[in-house]
């Protein structure tokens, strides 16, 4: 359906329709991205973060100057506080993936609310920074979900590019893919670390240092530089859209 509506509705009069009904939406929408006219993308890393990994990935921006997102888990964030310390003084930004890596959509909205009140209180505590970014954990939303983000003092917020680092590609491939679909105002979701199930693919051989590393080259032809989530939506108007999904 929605691609008929695309096909037959002009741009123009889709936008004025958007506009119309977004201030009623606001309240169940997330954010996705930026409308901008500077060369710049978000880069976020989830479910971070780990000893393993989430150094190699600082070290990767670190040496192309580049600044991202790091929607965190709070348990694995009070197990490693040193890292939690070392991306908050590397530049980067502390943001909430939850207490841990539960599906929101298997729980009631009223503990949603708990736990997403607890964990940005738990998480603002240890980084020392205020915390008011949240994405879902598997960004699983609903729109009671969203609520209780909202009532909790969070600005929900998924991605416009999945890099798709959680399934076996290489760290070319998952860079090709970034850089086809990235553009400026973008949010590109990648992994610092990975919390996977029996059910999940094989996960990628290259590191997330070599993934990191690969993508902002990538992006660095394209002319585009990483900046934090927050640094994107000061650049211009919000993207933002109602996004669903168990």
Known sequence: MAA?????????????????????????????????????????????????????????????????????????????????????SAGHEIALHGLDHTRLTSLPAAEVYRRSR????????????????????HGAQRITTVAAMRAA????????????????????????????????GAVVVLHDSLVLTDDDVPPPSASHEEIAQAVIARLGERGLQSVTVSELLRSGPQRRGLWFRD
């Open 153 to 184: 003092g969070l600005v929900p917020v998924t991605w416009t590019v999945d890099g798709q680092d959680w399934a076996d590609h290489s760290a070319e491939e998952i860079a090709d893919r970034v850089g086809e679909l990235a553009s400026a």
């Open 4 to 88: 008929r509506v695309r096909d037959v509705v002009p741009r123009r009069l889709r936008r004025r329709a958007w506009a119309t009904v977004a201030p009623c939406l606001r309240g169940v929408s997330s954010i996705k991205g930026a409308v901008t006219d500077r060369p710049i993308v978000a880069l976020t890393f989830d479910d971070g973060p780990d000893p393993s990994s989430t150094p190699g990935v600082l070290d990767a921006l670190g040496r192309a100057g580049a600044r991202a997102t790091f929607f965190t888990l709070v348990d694995r964030a009070e197990a490693h506080p040193d890292l939690v310390a070392a991306v908050v």
């Open 118 to 137: 607890e964990g940005r209180d738990r998480l603002s505590r240890l980084s020392g920074v205020p915390v008011r970014l949240f994405r879902a954990p």
